[in-house]
């Protein structure tokens, strides 16, 4: 039974590998605040276990056991953070802290009951898939708010920037997944878009709008 910590390093690695491709020690260790040494051991340690694949001067990589561990990990936290808001009424802005600490319980009948009462979800209240029983995860095809051009459209699926601060923002603008964005005008000199949502005209610098996943 893995360790809280070793969890971590799991789901570190599983994201790092999903944005990244390669990792290398030092981008885990950034990653997880800590000392390269620290996250050179713990590597170790998960080499024994079966679950990372680690050469000295080579990327990190997680073997499939890895894998399938990390995803099981991340499955907790999404299904939570879904029961949270769907059945609790917690808003999407403040669900993730709670979800960190929930999905390190060793109870796998909480989880496939919740998943149950929640008509088994596919994905989070985020947009982001969630990892079947046997860790797989569904692949998603999507474009961001700043590739579409002018006069395209989409619905909102997903973001790829779920603090806290982020989200607030979207609450604060009344943006939610499964509003149609309509781009009206591209600005050259900030790259920043102005769009079209539900009637209401509004304007998204490049940062906001690298965030909105679309389909």
Known sequence: MPSQTKENYLKALFNLMNEKGEISLTELSESLVVSKPTANNMIRNLKELGWVS??????????????????????????????????LGIGWEKVHAIAEEMEHIKSPLLFERMDQVLGFPDFDPHGSPIPDKNGVIKKVEF???????????GIIIGIENSTEDFLKFLNQKKIKLGDRVEVVEKIEFDESVIVNIDSNEMQFSKKVADCLRLK
């Open 143 to 153: 474009h961001l708010l700043s590739e579409l051009e002018l006069g395209e459209s």
């Open 54 to 87: 680690y050469q000295k001067y080579k990327p990190l990589k997680l073997t499939k056991a890895g894998q399938k561990q990390a995803a099981l990990i991340i499955r907790k936290h999404r299904i939570t953070e879904m029961y949270l808001v769907k059945k």
